[in-house]
């Protein structure tokens, strides 16, 4: 009898841990598997990478050209930072001159597929003052390129918070107190900002210089980071983004950062939030293991190509530069992809698709998503998804999961496409900002979409 209710329990048990909680089950059972591979190919993505600087000042200023923007997309680089200094409007309005310099740069970046990291200083030199006009002047430009900001805000990648100090950097200053170190010291250059986060269309972010203006003017402590909640929610909070303009310079980056509390603030912001910038100095810091850490660390999206050339010097002899090339802001490929096995034109299908992230970023900028099918008589039909790719983390996998109805009319060889465009209608349609998948064989120039299936009906 004992014997018995040993084997009753034994073989319930088994029964439980059978069908426990902890069971696996294939939800892509009976669903037709590929795989693919990452390539390690380098080639130009909209809203991230290398980028080229420029700068215009009110005395002399040369607008940018579709054959510089074609140069440097040849180049891999799809990025250009323009710097505005409205030198000559210190105690008044910025002139309608330079403010057709600005529409005539942003319409040019539109047409030629790129787009831009926005500053405006009044100084470029420790030694040319002033440094910047009064906290009223400030507000007036803001006010007089807000019109420009609202009509091409689809080309600002993101707007760095400048107007301060020499180079538009929050150091040297005249009027909006000098090293400050409480939020009421900070209330002049929170005015600035408020005033750009207003300028700015609300889908777009400030970037600021180190994590300590982030914190006087925006956190309540270093512990008070975007979360999967707060992000991308709208709130001024949601759209205070970084940037670095000593990466990697020193132990401290020349004073970007106050300690490990301001450390971990921006690695846990950065998740959600712009960083990029550049470097401007050689030491132990720089060195490659050192730099692929804190890009991954603080999620860079983007760096100047120009400065610090010594540094870029560096990675190039230490072997790291291709793959910062690479994995600069994000870099999607499709890992895997599972469909139904039998596809009936009139009824439902479902497809899984399985990208990975290898770049240092999830794209931070909104990015549509849609399943484009192509039946063997060309007829296009559009799915749009209601996936993020904001959410699409670094080093994470993202899976798109949807059933999608075929056309009744559709026949012959189909090929389905993910198309990652710019949700924006003045780019929706140009294929130079949508985002290429790193993979062989998938991409079409001509479109902007990225094959991941084909089968026949």
Sequence with gaps: MKNYTLLLVAAVFLVVAACGPDTKVDVYEGLEH???????????????????????????????????????????????????????????????????????????????????????AYSDSESERPWDPKPEIVQRHIQNIKPVLQEYGDV??????????????????????????????????????DAM????????QIALRTPMFARMMYAESYTDTL??????????????AAFNDCFGASANDTGTFSGQESRDFWKADTKFVFMGGETCGLSAFCNCPNTLKDMEDYHWTYLNSQYNLDVIGRWRQQGCMPEIERRLGYRLSIAETYRDTEIVPGKDARFVLKLRNTGFSAPINPRAVELILIDGNGKKTVYKQAADPRY????????????????AEATGQCTLYLNLPDPKPTLHDNPRFSIRLANDDVWDETTGYNKVAEFTL
């Design 156 to 193: 600002i990648l993101v707007f760095q918070a400048g107007f301060v100090g020499v180079w538009g950097e929050w150091y040297y200053t005249e009027n909006f107190v000098s090293n400050p170190k409480t939020p009421e010291q900070h209330a002049l250059r929170k005015q600035v900002v």
């Design 227 to 240: 979360t999967l909640e707060t992000a991308h929610n709208g709130t001024p909070r949601s759209r205070i």
């Design 392 to 407: 699409w983390f670094a080093g994470e996998e993202a899976t798109i999961d949807t059933q999608i109805k075929i056309p």
């Design 34 to 120: 590929q795989t693919y591979v990452e390539s390690d190919e380098t080639f130009p993505n909209p809203e991230r990478g290398f980028y080229t600087p420029v700068s215009y000042n009110s005395a002399f200023a040369r607008p940018l050209s579709l054959s510089g923007i074609e140069a440097q997309r040849v180049a891999k680089k799809t990025l250009f930072y323009t710097a505005y200094y409205p030198k000559d409007y210190m105690e008044g309005d910025i002139s309608e001159e330079f403010l057709n310099l600005m529409r005539q740069n942003m319409q040019t970046l539109r047409e030629g597929g790129a787009k831009c990291i926005l500053r405006f």
């Design 197 to 204: 986060l207003d300028a700015l269309p609300a889908d777009r």
